[in-house]
């Protein structure tokens, strides 16, 4: 039996500093924890043999005279402090650092009008700390169904701050956070899951993917060992939960190939080295049992081609009974004629499937060995987070399928893109890039991500833009989409917002009449407020009022065009961005009510400018001063 113990298996830095602290100070009278100091029987139980006792609520220490209280790895609400101050008691504050972290995120965006909420169990003690220090009333979440109440509950203005439990499961809270994000709220995301946490929940998961058996070693009430057994199970069918060696059942490991080791942030090394030990006496025996075998099933054998046939192919693999490999452990291709793809003398690894098929020949796997090649490919790269190439072979009703080294990859519709879409038609044998962000061959699902490459690079496009620019520059831009009330400018890492009223020095009446989605257009910045870029077309040297002084001085008769009416008088556009007013006494020399009776929007009249006002940007314009008097 090959045994393999997680690198990470056993105490956290968190734990093992309030761990160290409390049997430091177990040798003063009158020590209390608050709480149990983690989530480990053995433990706990050790402590008190040394005196520690566990105080359980604030009753219990207010009845104390003198003592100190440690508070545990957990971490409290903010009200405890104040409570066992005013009880006279001294504190020793134990809680992970990382907790305490939280506990200031939570206080400060809290404080700041922000409704928090908290990724974890509810009744977990340290999401029950992290409550405790919210200003306002906080959600705490852990599935799907509780998130949709919240969507359900809160209107989109509401300004959400993410946190979660050091110890949740990190995809979950991925997917939790997409989920609310994706709904239109403001949000501010903080993923304080301990990196030791999220390190050893992903080398669990491998681990589990390559053991034909688990053990994980934790308390009962630990929830960081139940999300490890959780995921685990899930990779590892044979998976078992237990506090110490004790919980062993021998019986449950025999003719077990690969056993893997892991244990919670609160179990002690020593549990971790009783368990192993015991398993190891076992391998031993089952290695001795062993010994006397040549070959054995799913080991990788070399071999030399002695014959080939069009539908197997016979090897010399240096064992007592020649090697066979049918057409259907090649290839998946049923009508493939394998004397066109092998031939007497070649070498080629294969895979033992059966040491004898009852004839005396052993039976062998070139195929799956194939696809382990592919998938340790793969493993590799999703390990390493590289960036994998490779040709759209088939596209989904869900998504796309690549294929790399004859294994495939699915990368479903909603990590193509980092915007939606509609026809993903358009990718068929187009090579794309990706990462694999989900590995899990034994259930068949391999998962790529394209969409974090292209955020990245749009992020990184992003800043390199916010570098260059800067309020006054002119830019060029691609008009990326047309409202009612302005442009959206795509300026190569972001979008800038051309106003309706930044258009034109005049007015424009409706954008989807002045620009087309396509168009190139070269704009001013006018404006930026962190990510929001605010555009004009209104450049300083073409504003009209620059000799507006000259074109439109008292005494020039000019043409307009009528542009609005109100009961004082009429607007008259001399051109784009130059309105002056016609008073209703100088449309004629007889009296008229209102403009409407002799005017009418669009009509072109000439006038006589006989007010002029630049600084305020006022032209009085007379009709009646045309007139000339009537001789009698």
Not at 21 to 38: L, N, Q, R
Not at 109 to 130: A, D, K, L, Q
Not at 164 to 178: A, I
Not at 332 to 358: H, Y
Request: proline share 2%; glycine share 8%; net charge negative.
């Amino acid at each position: 039996m090959e045994i393999n113990i997680a690198k990470s298996a056993g105490f956290c830095f968190g734990v093992r500093r309030a761990v160290d602290t409390v049997y430091k100070e177990s040798v003063k009278k009158d020590v209390y924890t608050y709480g149990p100091i983690i989530h480990n029987d053995e433990v706990v139980a050790d402590l008190k043999r040394q005196g520690v006792g566990v105080i359980h609520d604030s009753a219990e220490f207010r009845s104390l005279r003198t003592g100190t209280i440690i508070i545990r790895s957990h971490g409290v609400p903010k009200a405890i402090y104040d409570e066992i101050a005013d009880a006279g008691l001294d504190v020793i504050d134990a809680t992970c650092p990382f907790v305490r972290k939280i506990h200031r995120i939570a206080e400060k965006e809290s404080g700041e009008g922000r409704v928090v909420i908290i990724v974890g169990s509810n009744h977990h003690p340290e999401v029950e700390g992290i409550m405790g220090w919210c200003q306002t009333a906080p959600i705490v979440i852990e599935n799907q169904e509780q998130a949709e109440a919240v969507v359900a509950e809160y209107d989109t203005d509401t300004k959400f701050t993410i946190v979660s439990q050091t110890t949740f499961h990190y995809n979950k809270f991925q997917y939790l956070v997409e989920f609310i994000s994706e709904k239109g709220y403001d949000v501010n995301v903080f993923n304080t899951i301990c990196n030791v946490t999220e390190e050893r929940q992903r080398e669990t998961r491998e681990l589990a993917a390559r053991s034909d058996a688990m053990i994980v070693i934790g308390g009962r009430h630990s929830s960081n060992t139940q999300k490890l057994f959780e995921i685990s199970k899930k990779e590892c069918s044979n998976t078992f939960y237990i506090q110490t060696s004790k919980d062993l059942n021998m019986e449950d490991f025999r003719n077990i190939g690969i056993l893997g080791i892991t244990a919670g942030a609160s179990t002690p090394n020593n549990i971790i080295k009783e368990v192993h030990e015991s398993m190891a006496e076992m391998s031993f025996d089952q290695m001795l049992e062993e010994s006397f075998k040549t070959i054995r099933n799913g080991e990788v054998v070399q071999g030399t081609i002695i014959d080939v046939k069009e539908d197997e192919i016979i090897l010399n693999i240096g064992y007592k009974a020649d090697g066979i490999i049918s057409r259907n452990e090649y290839s998946n291709d049923q009508n493939l004629d394998l004397t066109t793809v092998a031939k007497v003398g070649d070498e080629m690894e294969a895979k033992v499937l059966k040491v004898n098929d009852g004839e005396g020949q052993v039976l062998l796997t070139y195929k799956r060995l194939k696809a382990e090649k592919g998938n340790k490919r793969l493993e590799e790269a999703f390990n390493n987070k590289e960036v994998l190439k490779a040709t759209v072979a088939k596209v989904l009703d869900g998504g796309l399928s690549v294929v790399v080294e004859d294994t495939r990859v699915f990368i479903p519709a909603s990590l193509v893109s980092d915007t939606y879409e509609k026809n993903l038609k358009k990718y068929d044998g187009q090579e794309i890039k990706f990462v694999i962000t989900e590995f899990n061959p034994r259930k068949r699902r391999i998962i790529g991500d394209r969409k974090q490459l292209l955020v990245a690079e749009k992020k990184a496009k992003q800043e390199a833009l916010f570098a260059r620019i800067e309020p006054g520059m002119t830019v060029e831009g691609t008009v990326k989409n047309v409202t009612d009330f302005g442009a959206f400018i795509d300026l190569g890492g972001a979008d800038g917002l051309l106003h309706i009223s930044e258009m034109s020095w005049g007015r424009v009446e409706n954008p989807k009449k002045v620009f087309t989605v396509g168009e190139t257009l070269n704009v001013l910045i006018k404006d930026i407020q962190g990510e929001k870029i605010a555009l004009s077309l209104k450049f300083p040297e073409t504003n009209p009022w620059l000799h507006a002084d000259e074109k439109y001085a008292v005494g020039n008769i000019v043409d307009g065009k009528v542009a609005r009416m109100t009961d004082f008088g009429a607007f008259i556009e001399l051109e784009p961005g130059v309105d002056a007013l016609l008073h209703v006494s100088q449309i004629a020399r007889e009296h008229i009510d209102k403009p409407s009776d002799v005017l009418k929007v669009g009509q072109e009249i000439t006038a006589k400018v006989v007010d002029f006002k630049k600084d305020d940007r006022k032209i009085s314009l007379s009709v009646k001063a045309l007139d000339i008097p009537r001789e009698d």
